[in-house]
């Protein structure tokens, strides 16, 4: 499996010692605002399990997030397949989640960009998808500045969502066309 690095975060492999903190992330209302429920330290292990098995299988995934200066574990940024059905689909999902004390600082953007160029480079994909409640403006946000275009004609209601309020979805897009048009000169 591929690690990439960052100036300031390494993309790595998970670790028994990120559970702990992956729980407390998981377990905190700020960060799960947009999913329809926190998750206990059971459910936060399985969907650990689930990430670094898909890793291992496949080689690429849900990184596990490092900043590099002091080598804390900070949340997840990667790829993944939706595992639904949706009219964009088959598709593969660019997504990241953070702890909040390492929100507003770029770190998500940053990963993601390197998550993109993984996508366009290594994998060769021809283009990669992001998913967000609408109401989801943060995530939106590192979409739009990975230079991902918002599809209001993809916008869908998530099948797996029960809560009304978090159904509904946006669809953003990106190619490797723009990506590789936008070069090394995106703004951050
Ligand atoms: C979505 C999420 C990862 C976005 O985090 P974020 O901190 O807003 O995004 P970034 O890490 O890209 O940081 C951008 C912010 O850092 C600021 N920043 C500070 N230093 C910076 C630097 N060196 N470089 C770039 N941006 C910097 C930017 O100005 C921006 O601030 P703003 O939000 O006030 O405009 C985070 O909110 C999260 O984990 N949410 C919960 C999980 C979730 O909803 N995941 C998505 C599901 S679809």
Redesign the pocket.
């Known amino acids: 499996m591929r690690e990439l690095e960052t100036d300031r975060l390494l993309l790595r492999h998970w670790r028994p010692e990120d559970r702990a903190p992956f729980a407390v992330l998981n377990a905190d209302p700020e960060?799960?605002?947009?999913?329809p429920a926190l998750l206990t330290r059971r459910e936060s292990d399985a969907l650990a399990d689930r990430i670094e098995a898909h890793m291992e299988y496949a080689g690429w995934g849900l990184w596990a997030l490092d900043v590099r200066a002091t080598g804390a574990f900070i949340?997840f940024t990667g790829l993944a397949r939706p595992g639904f059905e949706a009219p964009f689909m088959p598709a593969i999902e660019i997504?990241?989640?953070?702890?909040r004390t390492?929100?507003?600082?770029?770190?998500?953007?940053?990963a993601?960009r390197s998550v993109a160029q993984f996508a366009f480079g290594a994998l060769e994909l021809e283009q990669i998808v992001?998913?967000?409640?609408v109401a989801?403006q943060?995530?939106r946000?590192?979409m739009r500045?990975i230079g991902m275009h918002h599809e209001p004609d993809g916008d869908f209601d998530h099948p797996q969502v029960g809560p009304p309020h978090l159904r509904r979805h946006v669809l953003y897009r990106l190619t490797a066309a723009d990506w590789r048009a936008a070069g090394a000169s995106a703004p951050?």
Do not use: D
């Open positions: 960060v799960m605002e947009h999913f949340g997504g990241w989640r953070l702890a390492a929100w507003g600082q770029g770190f998500a953007s940053e993601a992001s998913l967000a409640v989801n943060r995530s946000a590192v500045r951050a």
